[in-house]
C-alpha cells in the first residue's frame, strides 16, 4: 500500500471538501461538477463523487429572495455612506468562492449587505454589520429565521470583544487608507486565529499614489504579523448607483449607465489580535427619510448637527458634482441620495418637516402642523415660505404626488389576483428582477418591454399573409400579433386568467419563433 505525501492529503482533503459544497448547493450530476472542481483530474474528482453522492448533506438550496426581496429593494443608496453595490453576477460569483471554502465556517459581512444576502440565500448563517439602518432593516426582515443584521459605525467601539468570533469576513471599505484600516481592523477584532479577511481594494489607476497606498497598507498588516495570501485583480464590479450617474451627468460627462468600476480583491490570513492604528471620527447621527413604498426609490438624509448659515437653507451646488471625499466641497447636512445637497441652520425644524412630507402630508399640511405643535402660528407665514423654499430646491413634494384614488402596485396586484380563477398562473420567483418603478406588477412591465422592444418594432415591416384573393392589404406580423393578444384575451377573461400574462404571451408569440 503506498503511503501519502502530507501534500496529497490536504489535496485530497481540498477536494473533497469542494465535492461536498457543491452537493450541499444542490449540484447532482458529475457534468455540472466536474468543472467546479478547480482543475481536479476526472478520475479523481468522479471517484470522490462516487464516494460522497449518495450522502445526505441536507442541501441548501439556492433561494431568489436575495434578488427579488432584498437586491431589487435595496433602499437609494446614501452618496455620504459610499454605498456602491456589487453587481449580482460579483455576487455570485464571490459566494460561490466563499461557501466553496466556507461552508462549514463561522461567516461575517462588514458594509457587505448584497454578500451577506447571497450567501444567506444558501440558507447559510451570517452576521451583517452595516451603518445604515434601513439596509439592516431590509435584511433582517428578509432572512429572518437564517441570518442577523446589526447596526454598526466602524467608528465605535471594541466590536470583538463581547461577541463570537469569526473564519471568515467580508469587508468594502471606502476607498481612503483610514477607512480601510478601521474596517480591517474591526476585522481582525472580529477575527478567530487563522481567519480569513476578503476586502475590496481599488485598482491601480484609480487615482494618483494608490501604488503608494496599498503598499503602506500590506506593509502595515505584515508588520502586525498577518499574511497577505493573495491579491487578485479586478474581482467584484460594481453597479452605477443613481448619485453617481447624476453626478457625472451635472459635471457634463455623459455615459451609458453600466459597471465601469471594478475592485481588486485583497485577502489577509489573520495571525493573533493586533490591529492597524488609526483614529476614529466624531460621525453624527444621520437618519433618512422616504415616502411609503418610495425607499427603495429616493431617500432624505439629515445628519444631527446645524451649520451656519445667513439662510434658513442654503444649496450646495458642487456637492452634486463629487463621488470623492477628495473634492473641495462644503459640508452639507441635508442632502438626497439624487446628489442633492443643502446647508441648514435648524436641524429640529427640518427634522419635522422632512418627517411630515415622510408621512404622506402635503405643503399646507406640513405648515399647519408644525405652527400648531409649536404654538407659533404667528410666524406662520414665515414658516411656509421656508417650507415652499425646501420643495422649490428640492421637489420632494411634486416628485411624489399623493392621491386617494391611484393604487399603488401592491393594490394593482392584490386586486388582480381577487378577480383571477385558481386557473390564472402566479408570478414565480424570477431569475432577472428588476426594481419596482412604484406603478406596474410584474406581468405588466413584461408586456411592456415587449411592446417597447426593438424586436416587435420589426414585426411591422415582416409580411404574415398575401390575402389576393380576399383584398390587396398585406397582412403584416403586428397587426396578425394584436389580433391574436385580442382573441386571447377574450378567451383568458372567459376563465379569469391574468390579462397582463396572456398579453405578454400573445404580443411575443412570434418574437420566439
Known sequence: MTTRTHQEQVWETNLRIKIKNLLKRGFKKFDEILPLCDGAQPKDAFRIFNELKDTNFGTSTNSLDYKSKFFFKLPAANPKFFQWWYTLESQELMTTRILDIHNDHDIACIGTPTLAATISSYNK???????????????????????????????????????????????????????????????????????????????????????????????????????????????????????????????????????????????????????????????????????????????VFIEENNVESRFPIRRVDGFSKSISNRDNVEKVNLWTSEKQGFQVDDIVFFNEVIQLWSDGNNIDETVKIIGEKNNDKANINSIKQIIEQLEE?????????????????????????????????????????SRSDGFRIEFQRDRDRIIWSNGFRKLADKTQLFPIEEDEHLRQRLAHSIEVMQLASTIGAAFGLDKNLIEAGSLAHWLMI
Not at 485598482?203 to 499574511?227: F, V, Y
Not at 404626488?401 to 414565480?428: C, F, G, H, Q, Y
Open 125 to 299: 448563517e451570517v452576521t451583517l454589520l452595516d451603518i445604515d439602518e434601513d439596509v439592516v432593516s431590509l435584511f433582517n426582515k428578509v432572512f429572518k429565521g437564517i441570518s442577523n443584521a446589526e447596526v454598526h459605525d466602524v467608528n465605535v467601539g471594541n466590536i470583538g470583544l463581547h461577541r463570537k468570533k469569526y473564519d471568515c469576513i467580508t469587508i468594502d471599505p471606502p476607498w481612503y487608507p483610514s477607512e480601510f484600516k478601521k474596517f480591517i481592523s474591526r476585522a481582525i477584532e472580529l477575527s478567530k486565529d487563522g481567519a480569513t479577511i476578503y476586502c475590496s481594494i481599488p485598482q491601480n489607476l484609480t487615482r494618483p499614489g494608490i501604488g503608494e497606498e496599498r503598499a503602506e497598507l500590506i506593509s502595515s498588516l505584515q508588520k502586525c504579523g498577518h499574511d497577505i495570501l493573495y491579491i487578485e485583480p479586478g474581482v467584484m464590479k460594481y453597479i452605477v448607483p443613481y448619485f453617481e450617474e447624476e453626478a457625472l451627468k451635472n459635471s457634463g460627462i455623459e455615459t451609458k449607465n453600466q459597471p465601469w468600476r471594478s475592485s481588486d480583491l485583497l485577502v489577509i490570513k489573520v495571525n493573533g489580535t493586533k490591529t492597524l492604528s488609526f483614529e476614529s471620527e466624531v460621525i453624527n447621527k444621520v437618519r433618512s427619510f422616504s415616502r411609503v413604498g418610495n425607499n427603495h426609490v429616493f431617500r
Open 393 to 433: 430646491y428640492t421637489g420632494f413634494w411634486a416628485m411624489t404626488p399623493e392621491s386617494s384614488v391611484r393604487r399603488t402596485s401592491e393594490e394593482i396586484k392584490k386586486k388582480n389576483d381577487a378577480l383571477s380563477s385558481e386557473w390564472a398562473a402566479k408570478a414565480s420567483e424570477r431569475e432577472h428582477g
